[in-house]
């Protein structure tokens, strides 16, 4: 009964812009910040850290529950929600 | 500028609910809604206690698509290899009115727009709105996309994050330490087979909270709400819990190590995942409400910081309704004043004051860092359960008093200094 995250968010209906609505201040991530919550606290687990040492975020597929923007100490993060009829669409919610 | 009576900023539970009463006396009202239709965007555990709103709206709730009433509670403290559960089933709660349902948030506010527009109200949706209107000090209205409309009095219902409201400065940004995050998934199960697994008559449902290994030592737990014909299976976390020890596990990987429990396979098993969300949860508490209400503006539902996690009972859609009716009313009261100012709209905080709303935050004040406590995650739930598994066992030694078994498993776990101070930390609650 075990699924993958990306397995799951597959099972949810996203309206993708192509403007996105999460931008990381990678030098932030790179210098002053030490923890990285990003990479764990995203239900989602959209964060990632590229080959060069870049956070990078797949914002396809984000829930919107802001656990990065909150748990971000270092506003390393532009975030807002996506524009109005993007984004996830919960049928059941 | 093109402009209405009230905008509301969001058409979830709490901006629907201002808008209906509103509607109802003929206000030209206007709620934008960034989702496809309200609800898109909304998550709950989850239940929604109707006992105390069951009188604002009475003619409402009749129709309204509940998925079953919570005639069973069950509370399930999980230890390392053995956990105990409590099951209360209750005649009081299984006879109508029932005092709670379990409810799918698309569906619900869906249904609760089409009363609000039934009632010649207007709810926009697909459409953000980017920013608050601000003169001097005042909220005049909301700019979404190219479009600037005007208001007298706009109700901010944006959800539990506050980003705009936050931006235009009448409240402070999010803080980890007052929030959880929520995430779970929505499991198709035949309704037969939901009512045999949780011995519930036909359309009954059941609410099972899982306290303890569960978030590994993390504020939080694992929850279960029976739907008509699914589950929501979840977990919710302390976001500073996961924040500073998360590390260890990532937070989804909570949810699965939670579904691969031996307790919970046979729960869930055949069960379909057709739907996986997750939401920010606000529980800091009545000592972190930012003030309610100001020049040309109201804060409703979650925004308002309106919910309260009491461990076994978890609110918020009873209180962001409720904040909504009296938002409603205040600004009914306001526009025969001709006065939609701070003080015009000060009757505001003042009713939710004297309802249950900020009298059960009241009541609760200390439940938030009292709860902070690891050990209400760690020790308790897996000392109860080695006390229960002592009682019940027979080995091949001669056996104790029954008596000596459970002193001695008191006097071992609970009889200490630790915990001594911690329940007196608990009568404040």
């Known amino acids: 009964m075990s699924m993958s995250i990306e397995a799951k968010l597959g099972l949810d209906v996203f309206k993708i812009d192509k403007e996105r609505h999460i931008t990381i201040d990678t030098e932030k991530c790179r210098t002053v910040c030490t923890i990285k919550a990003c990479l764990w606290v995203c239900p989602a687990n959209l964060y990632e850290v590229d080959d060069q040492g870049n956070h990078t975020v797949n914002y396809e597929g984000c829930l919107e529950c802001g656990t990065c923007l909150i748990s971000c100490d270092h506003r390393a993060l532009e975030w807002h929600y996506p524009r109005g009829e993007y984004g996830v669409q919960y049928r059941m919610g | 500028m093109e402009k209405v009576d009230c905008i509301i900023v969001g058409g979830g539970l709490a901006g629907l ?26 998550v709950t555990g989850g239940r929604l206690y109707l006992s105390p709103i069951r009188d604002i ?28 559960t409590i099951e209360l089933a209750s005649q009081k709660f299984a006879t109508p009115p029932h005092q709670s ?42 700019r979404a996309g190219e479009d600037d409309i005007g208001a007298d009095v706009t109700i901010i219902a944006e959800g539990v994050l506050g980003l705009l409201s936050s931006k235009a400065g009448l409240r402070s940004e999010p803080r980890p330490e007052d929030h959880a995050v ?73 949810l699965d190590a ?23 949860i606000y529980e800091g508490g009545i ?45 009914l009261d306001a526009r025969q004043r001709g006065d939609f100012s701070a003080a015009g709209l000060a009757q505001y905080e003042q009713s939710l004051r004297s309802s249950f709303v900020l009298k059960d935050l009241e009541t609760a004040r200390e439940i938030p860092h009292t709860i902070e406590n690891p050990r209400l995650f760690t020790h308790y739930p897996q ?46 609650i």
Do not use: C
């Open chain 2, 57 to 84: 709206y009475p003619e409402l709730w009749e129709s309204a698509p509940f998925e079953r009433p919570v005639v069973r509670e069950l509370v399930t403290l999980m230890g390392d290899g053995a956990d105990t």
């Open chain 2, 182 to 254: 929520g995430f779970k998934e929505i499991v198709e199960l035949p309704p037969a087979v939901i009512q045999d697994r949780w011995h519930l008559n036909d359309g009954e449902g059941a609410a099972h909270l899982f306290m303890g290994s569960v978030t590994r030592g993390m504020l939080g737990g694992g929850f279960i709400y029976t739907n008509k014909d699914s589950i929501s299976l979840g977990i919710v976390v302390g976001m500073e819990h996961l924040r500073r020890d998360g590390e260890k596990m990532d937070s989804w990987k909570l």
């Open chain 2, 258 to 280: 939670f579904k691969e429990m031996p307790q919970i396979q046979p729960l869930i098993a055949g069960g379909t995942t057709v739907e996986y969300s997750a939401h920010a």
């Open chain 2, 287 to 331: 000592a972190k409400v930012p003030k309610l209400y100001g020049d040309g503006y109201l804060l409703v539902g979650d925004t308002a910081g309106l919910s309260l996690n009491a461990l076994v009972t978890v609110r918020g859609m009873d209180f962001a309704i409720a904040s909504g009716y009296y938002a409603a009313r205040t600004v």
């Open chain 2, 383 to 428: 000392a109860v359960s080695r006390l229960m598994q002592d009682v019940f066992t027979i080995g091949p030694q001669p056996a104790k008093k029954l008596s000596s078994v459970v002193i001695g498993g008191v006097r071992k776990d609970f009889l200490n200094l630790t915990t001594f101070k911690e329940l007196l930390g608990m009568r404040k």
């Open chain 2, 101 to 142: 349902y379990t409810v799918l948030r698309a569906r619900l506010d869906q249904w609760l727009a089409d009363q609000v527009m039934e009632k010649g109200g207007m709810v926009i949706t697909k459409n953000r709105v980017d920013e608050l209107l601000l003169e001097n000090g005042k909220v005049i209205g909301i």
């Open chain 2, 17 to 42: 609910s201002a808008a209906y009463g509103l509607a109802s006396e003929g206000l030209e009202v206007m709620v934008i809604e960034r989702g496809d239709y309200s609800g898109a965007k909304n």
